[in-house]
């Protein structure tokens, strides 16, 4: 089954601009995750998050996290052609490390 | 450095026959291995989970099994492939006793008609 939701489904922009995705879930967690896929490709990990953190950053790349409303979002600055694709969170609940996905965001990112 | 391998890349299967994935990881020991089915356009459904050579637990009851004969090696297998079986199939791995990163191998389209 999958727990998170993101929002929105799909997103277009122009290169430069800020792309902000969210993620909900419905369950107490230990980490959260998100991660990158190219079409027709496999998923690559970006950031990962713990239920103790409020924010993290990694290069072009802002996740933030609010456990009372069991959110997360992922901000890519100053984005690039180079950055289209589909965006998944994924939640690790306590316990074995399973991830459990969201629905995904396509980013369209235009020159 | 680690590497995972999975194989073939796209495969067209008819209704009734077997079907054989198979996924490889080089540069770890002990890996936690997965497999996931994406449906086009969704996200990824967990369908078997290993912890070690010969345990498999499924999470979803369905028309498929996995196997893990060595430490690396990580196999789905069905006896009768359905046309609902058509998708996305990746394998992923994790290191145990970490906070759970998976690294993904590059995915295995099936279509069965």
């Known amino acids: 089954s999958q727990q998170g939701e993101e929002d929105p489904q799909a997103l277009s922009i122009q290169e430069g601009e800020n792309a902000t995705m969210n993620c909900s879930y419905k369950t107490s967690i230990n980490n959260l995750q998100w991660y990158r896929q190219n079409s027709g490709r496999g998923l690559v990990h970006l950031i990962l998050i713990r239920s103790n953190e409020r924010e993290k950053h990694s290069g072009r790349l802002r996740v933030t996290l609010d456990t009372s409303k069991k959110s997360s979002s992922l901000l890519i600055t100053a984005s690039r052609a180079a950055d289209t694709a589909s965006y998944f969170c994924a939640t690790v609940n306590t316990g074995f490390q399973k991830l459990v996905f969201g629905t995904g965001t396509r980013l369209l990112v235009s020159p | 450095s680690q590497t995972i391998h999975q194989w073939p890349a796209t495969l067209v299967q008819p209704v009734g026959s077997p079907l054989s994935l198979e996924c490889t990881v080089e540069?770890?020991?002990?890996?936690?291995l997965y497999w996931y089915r994406q449906a086009a356009g969704r996200g990824l459904q967990l369908l078997f989970y290993s912890v070690g050579i010969g345990q498999i637990s499924s999470e979803v009851p369905q028309n498929l099994s996995a196997s893990r004969p060595q430490d690396r090696q990580f196999i789905l297998s069905s006896k009768k492939l359905l046309l609902s079986d058509s998708g996305f199939y990746l394998c992923?791995?994790?290191?145990?006793?970490?906070?759970?990163?998976?690294?993904f191998g590059p995915g295995t389209r099936l279509t069965v008609t």
């Open positions: 540069g770890t020991s002990n890996p936690n």
């Open positions: 992923a791995w994790s290191r145990t006793g970490t906070s759970g990163e998976q690294y």
